[in-house]
C-alpha cells in the first residue's frame, strides 16, 4: 500500500510539473502559423543564366533545391517554393521575423574556394573573380593584400559545416568544416605544402574565400610537419563570431554553392491560403467534433470517461506547448499530425479501460482501483509498441523529408510524445485517485469499468467464428483492391497544383478585394481549387491549375467583378510545390519508415505478423487512392497528409490486435491459431469501435462543417479510418492465418 502511494505521488508531482512547464510556455510563447493559416512572408528570386532555355529551366529547379536547403537550416518549417517562368523562383516564409536578413541569406551564391598563398602584395587586384584564374588578390580580414593562387578546393568538396562553441579553450564560437573523399585529400596536399614555409611566413598561410572574399587565412598550425598536412578531413574556421554569425556561415557553407547567382527581385507579405472562413469553420468543426467525442467517451466510460477528457486538454495543452518551444510552424499538414495523435491519445485510453473491465469482470472480488491497475498494466505492452512504431516513422520523416511532409513528422512526433503522457502519466493519476475515494467504492458503477459493456455483452452471447475461412477474407480484400486499382486506371489521377504546376495571375485592381471572397466567387465560376492570396490592399494573385486563354479570361473577369478596374500585373507558368527531389525525399523517407516499422514488429513479435501488418497498410493505402479515383478528388499535399494519417491509423489498429494474439499464445499453446486469433478480435473489437466512433466524430464535423479543402482532408482520413478498421480484422489477421504453416496450425491439436 505504501509503494502504491508513492507511486502515485511520484505520476502526480510528474503530472503537474510537465503542465505546469507547459502553461507557462502557452502563456510566453505563440505557436508560428504557416502560410494557410496565417500568411508570411512572400520573396521573388531571379536567376541569373546566358545558357539555352532547357538549362535555364534546369538551373532554376536545381537552384530551389539548394534554397529548400538552406531555409530548412535557418528553421523555417514547410516553406513553399516554387518556379515562376524559367528564371523565377518564389519563395514563400511562413513565421519570419527578418525578411531583410532571409532575402540576404537566400541570394548570395556562396561560392566558397580554399587557396594557397603565395604572399602579400601592395593593393588588391580590381577583378577578384575567383574563376579559373591563376592567381588573385585579396585582402584578408585585417585588410592586409594576399596574393592566392587558383583554388584547390571548391564549395563541392565540403561535406557540412557546423558553428560550435568552444568553452575549454576559450576561443569562442568557430565553425568546423568536414570535407568529402576528394575534398579530404585536397586539404591534406594543400596544408602539406604551407607547413614546409617557416612560422609567420605568410605562404604558410591557407585562405578560405567565400563570396570573393577571404573570411578565414589561418596558419598551418607549427604541430603541422612539411608534406604531412593535416589529415581527417576536418578543419576550424575561428575568428571574431559571435554565435549568429557562425551559425549563418556554417549555413551558407552546409547549404552548397547555387549553380547559378540570383537576385531577390521582390519581397511582400501574403495573406493566408485557406482565408479566415476556412479556419473559422475548422476551428468550429475541431471545438464540435471534440465536445461530441468528449460526450461520447463520458457516455461510455462515465466516471472514467470525464477523467480521460481531462487527459486529452491536458494533452492539448502539452502540444501546444512543445509546438511553440520548438518553434516549429503549425500548418494543415501538421493539425493532420495532431489529428492522429489525437486519435492515439483518445484510443491509450479506451485500451486501458476496456482492459479494466476485462480485469473486473475476472476477478471474484474486484474493486475499481485494482481493476484499474491492472488494465494500465496490461494495456502497457500495446500501447507503446503502437506508440513507438509510429515514433519511428515519425522520425525518420522529420530526418529525410522536407516541406509539408517533414512538418508532418514534427507535430506528429511531437503528438505521440504528449499523448503517452496523456494517457500513462495523467489519466493513470486522476484514474486511480478518484477510484480510491469512499463514493466511488461503493458505487463501481460510477467508474464506468465494473460492467464490459454492450458491444463485448453482444460478442460474448453470439461468439462468432470470424477466422473460420481466413480465405475468404483475403478474397473479399482482393476484391476491393481490384476495384480500388481500376479506379485508378479508367479514371486516373487527378493531380493537383502541387505535383503538377499550373498557372499565376497577379492583379492590381482600384478596389480592395476581400480574399475569401474571391475565393467564392471563383468556385463559382468553375475554378474550386484556386489558391488566393492579397498581398496589399489592392493587390491579389490567384494560383490555379494549367488555364487555357478562355478560362484565364473568365478568373480575370471575375475578379475585376469584385476588385472595379483590374489590370494584370503578372501571368505565368509555375511548377510544382512538391518538386522531383522533395517527392523523391518523402517516398525513401515513406519507404525507410515502413521498413523500419517492418523490422520492429517483426522483432518484437514475429516475422508473419510484421508482414501481415504491412500488407494491411498497403491494401489501406492502395484503396483511399482508389476511393478518390473514383470520386475525381484531387491528389494534392492535402491528401498527402491525410495518407500518411491513415497509414499511421492502420498500423496502430494492427498492432493493437497482433498484441492480444501474442498474449493468448503465451497463456496458452493447446488452442489452435485461428481460434486463438478469433479470440483476440472479439476481445480488442469494443476498443476498435469505441476508437473508431470517438475520431470519426471529430472527422465527420470536419467534412460537415469546413470548406472543400478541408473537407477532402476529413473525407480521406474517414474513408482511411473505416479501410483501416476493416483491414486489421479482416485483412491483417487472416493474412497472418495464411502465412503461418498449416503443419503447425494443426500441432496443438495433435495428441502426444
Known amino acids: 500500500m505504501k509503494r502504491r502511494k508513492n507511486s502515485l505521488r511520484a505520476r502526480a508531482l510528474l503530472a503537474l510539473t510537465v503542465i505546469a512547464a507547459s502553461l507557462a510556455i502557452a502563456l510566453t510563447t505563440p505557436v508560428r502559423l504557416g502560410l494557410d493559416l496565417r500568411g508570411g512572408t512572400q520573396i521573388t528570386l531571379e536567376t541569373r543564366s546566358t545558357a539555352t532555355t532547357e538549362a535555364d529551366r534546369?538551373?532554376?529547379?536545381?537552384?530551389?533545391?539548394?534554397?529548400?536547403?538552406?531555409?530548412?537550416?535557418?528553421?523555417?518549417?514547410?516553406?513553399?517554393?516554387?518556379?515562376?517562368?524559367?528564371?523565377?523562383?518564389?519563395?514563400?516564409l511562413p513565421g519570419v521575423q527578418d525578411p531583410k536578413k532571409a532575402a540576404d541569406v537566400l541570394g548570395r551564391t556562396a561560392q566558397l574556394t580554399v587557396h594557397p598563398v603565395l604572399g602579400t602584395a601592395e593593393t588588391p587586384d580590381?577583378?577578384?573573380?575567383?574563376?579559373?584564374?591563376?592567381?588573385?588578390?585579396?585582402?584578408d580580414e585585417s585588410g592586409q593584400p594576399l596574393r592566392l593562387k587558383a583554388a584547390a578546393l571548391t564549395g563541392q568538396d565540403v561535406k557540412g559545416a557546423d558553428a560550435r562553441f568552444d568553452q575549454q579553450s576559450g576561443a569562442g564560437w568557430h565553425v568546423t568544416i568536414d570535407f568529402t573523399g576528394d575534398g579530404r585529400d585536397a586539404w591534406a596536399d594543400v596544408t602539406a605544402q604551407a607547413a614546409c614555409h617557416p612560422a609567420g611566413d605568410p605562404q604558410r598561410r591557407v585562405a578560405i574565400v567565400l563570396d570573393n572574399k577571404i573570411i578565414s587565412s589561418p596558419q598551418v598550425d607549427p604541430s603541422v610537419g612539411c608534406g604531412t598536412g593535416?589529415?581527417?578531413?576536418?578543419?576550424?574556421?575561428?575568428?571574431?563570431?559571435?554565435?549568429?554569425?557562425?551559425?549563418?556561415?556554417?549555413?551558407?557553407?552546409?547549404?552548397?554553392?547555387?549553380?547559378?547567382?540570383?537576385?531577390?527581385v521582390e519581397q511582400r507579405t501574403v495573406g493566408a491560403t485557406l482565408g479566415e472562413s476556412a479556419i473559422e469553420a475548422a476551428a468550429w468543426a475541431a471545438v464540435i467534433g471534440t465536445t461530441l467525442t468528449a460526450l461520447f467517451i463520458i457516455a461510455v466510460y462515465r466516471l472514467m470517461g470525464l477523467l480521460a477528457t481531462a487527459a486529452l486538454l491536458c494533452y492539448g495543452l502539452i502540444s501546444y506547448a512543445a509546438l511553440a518551444a520548438l518553434g516549429a510552424t503549425l500548418t494543415l499538414p501538421g493539425l493532420a499530425g495532431f489529428v492522429l495523435a489525437i486519435g492515439m491519445a483518445v484510443d491509450a485510453n479506451v485500451l486501458v479501460f476496456e482492459r479494466a473491465r476485462e480485469e473486473y469482470a475476472a476477478r471474484s472480488r474486484p474493486s475499481p482501483r485494482s481493476a484499474l491497475t491492472a488494465g494500465f498494466r496490461g494495456a502497457l505492452s500495446a500501447i507503446a509498441d503502437s506508440n513507438i512504431t509510429t515514433l519511428v516513422a515519425a522520425g525518420l520523416l522529420?530526418?529525410?523529408?522536407?516541406?509539408?511532409?517533414?512538418?508532418?513528422?514534427?507535430?506528429?512526433?511531437?503528438?505521440?510524445?504528449a499523448s503517452m503522457i496523456s494517457a500513462l502519466v495523467i489519466t493513470r493519476v486522476l484514474a486511480e485517485y478518484a477510484a480510491g475515494r469512499p463514493a466511488v467504492r461503493r458505487r463501481p458503477r460510477l467508474t464506468g469499468v465494473a460492467d464490459t459493456g454492450r458491444v463485448r455483452d453482444g460478442l460474448l452471447r453470439r461468439n462468432p467464428f470470424l477466422m473460420r475461412r481466413p480465405r475468404r477474407w483475403l478474397a473479399v480484400?482482393?476484391?476491393?483492391?481490384?476495384m480500388a486499382v481500376s479506379g485508378v486506371l479508367v479514371r486516373g489521377l487527378d493531380l493537383g497544383i502541387d505535383f503538377t504546376g499550373g498557372r499565376l495571375i497577379e492583379y492590381s485592381t482600384t478596389k480592395a478585394v476581400d480574399p475569401d471572397r474571391a475565393r467564392e466567387a471563383l468556385t463559382d465560376a468553375g475554378f474550386p481549387r484556386a489558391v488566393v492570396q492579397s498581398s496589399g490592399d489592392t493587390a491579389l494573385t490567384?494560383?490555379?491549375?494549367?488555364?487555357?486563354?478562355?478560362?484565364?479570361?473568365?478568373?480575370?473577369?471575375?475578379?475585376?467583378?469584385?476588385g472595379g478596374e483590374t489590370k494584370k500585373v503578372r501571368d505565368e507558368l509555375i511548377g510544382p510545390s512538391l518538386g522531383d527531389e522533395l517527392r523523391r525525399n518523402a517516398v525513401i523517407a515513406l519507404a525507410l519508415a515502413l521498413g523500419a516499422q517492418l523490422l520492429y514488429l517483426a522483432v518484437r513479435f514475429r516475422w508473419r505478423f510484421a508482414t501481415a501488418a504491412v500488407g494491411a497498410l498497403v491494401h489501406d493505402v492502395v484503396i483511399l487512392v482508389g476511393v478518390f479515383a473514383w470520386l475525381g478528388k484531387p491528389i494534392d499535399g492535402v491528401f498527402l497528409a491525410a495518407l500518411l494519417t491513415v497509414i499511421g491509423y492502420s498500423v496502430n489498429d494492427s498492432v493493437v490486435l497482433f498484441d492480444r494474439i501474442r498474449e493468448l499464445l503465451a497463456r496458452d499453446r493447446t488452442t489452435p491459431l485461428p481460434r486463438l486469433t478469433n479470440q483476440a478480435i472479439l476481445q480488442t473489437l469494443p476498443r476498435t469501435v469505441n476508437t473508431g466512433m470517438g475520431a470519426a466524430i471529430i472527422l465527420t464535423a470536419l467534412a460537415v462543417l469546413a470548406d472543400d479543402t478541408l473537407t477532402d482532408f476529413a473525407l480521406a482520413l474517414l474513408v482511411g479510418?473505416?479501410?483501416?478498421?476493416?483491414?486489421?480484422?479482416?485483412?491483417?489477421?487472416?493474412?497472418?492465418?495464411?502465412?503461418?504453416?498449416?503443419?503447425?496450425?494443426?500441432?496443438?491439436?495433435?495428441?502426444?
Do not use: C, W
Request: hydrophobic fraction near 40%; proline fraction near 7%.
Open 58 to 92: 534546369e538551373a532554376t529547379d536545381r537552384t530551389m533545391e539548394v534554397l529548400r536547403g538552406r531555409i530548412d537550416a535557418l528553421g523555417v518549417a514547410e516553406p513553399t517554393l516554387v518556379r515562376s517562368g524559367d528564371h523565377r523562383i518564389l519563395v514563400e
Open 126 to 139: 580590381d577583378n577578384t573573380s575567383p574563376g579559373p584564374a591563376k592567381e588573385q588578390t585579396l585582402p
Open 230 to 264: 593535416i589529415p581527417g578531413g576536418t578543419t576550424q574556421i575561428t575568428g571574431s563570431f559571435d554565435d549568429a554569425e557562425a551559425r549563418e556561415l556554417a549555413l551558407l557553407i552546409s547549404g552548397g554553392a547555387l549553380p547559378v547567382p540570383v537576385e531577390t
Open 398 to 417: 522529420f530526418a529525410l523529408a522536407s516541406g509539408p511532409v517533414r512538418g508532418f513528422g514534427v507535430t506528429l512526433g511531437i503528438g505521440v510524445l
Open 477 to 482: 480484400s482482393g476484391a476491393l483492391l481490384v
Open 542 to 562: 490567384v494560383r490555379t491549375e494549367n488555364l487555357t486563354d478562355t478560362e484565364a479570361a473568365t478568373v480575370t473577369d471575375t475578379i475585376g467583378g469584385l
Open 721 to 752: 479510418l473505416a479501410v483501416g478498421t476493416y483491414s486489421s480484422v479482416f485483412t491483417a489477421a487472416p493474412l497472418t492465418l495464411s502465412l503461418n504453416p498449416p503443419a503447425r496450425r494443426r500441432r496443438p491439436q495433435e495428441a502426444r
